[in-house]
């Protein structure tokens, strides 16, 4: 049976992202004015347009779940890139360090060695 490290990892880590997405436009709305009250999670601004920010970064394997999200401006998006959040957060003097904490307690990125040997469900493979 193929398995998701036999495959291009790209094309395999945007499936296995997208099993793991289920935040709704609501329920990313409801995030951003419940947590953090409409601002950017970093510059504090609530006049900007808010982006979802993952929080533990795609190139660690963080996924658009809910509990690894967080509202973000698009200039602090941008800029931020794979910089560790917590050290972004400080730079820009973000008063929702506490609440980004909150929100991703618990949270387990993807862990590849874990799904090395996982069939991939995307390929049908004939005995």
């Not at 289920?22 to 601004?45: G, Q, V």
């Not at 920010?53 to 509202?71: A, Q, R, S, W, Y």
């Not at 957060?89 to 506490?98: D, H, L, P, T, V």
């Amino acid at each position: 049976m193929a398995n998701i490290a036999g495959r291009k990892r790209n094309d395999a880590l945007t499936r296995l992202l997208a099993d793991r997405t289920n935040l709704t436009p609501s329920m990313f709305k409801e995030i951003a004015k419940k947590y953090f009250k409409n601002c950017c999670a970093y510059c504090n601004d609530d006049q900007k347009p808010l982006t979802k920010e993952h929080v533990v970064t795609n190139k660690d394997f963080g996924t658009l779940e809910p509990n690894n999200v967080i509202p973000c401006c698009r200039e602090c998006n941008d800029d931020k890139r794979e910089r560790d959040w917590r050290e972004y957060a400080k730079e820009k003097g973000s008063r929702f360090i506490k609440q980004i904490e909150a929100r991703i307690l618990g949270y387990k990125p993807l862990d590849l060695e874990e799904l090395r040997n996982r069939p991939d469900p995307y390929i049908k493979v004939s005995d």
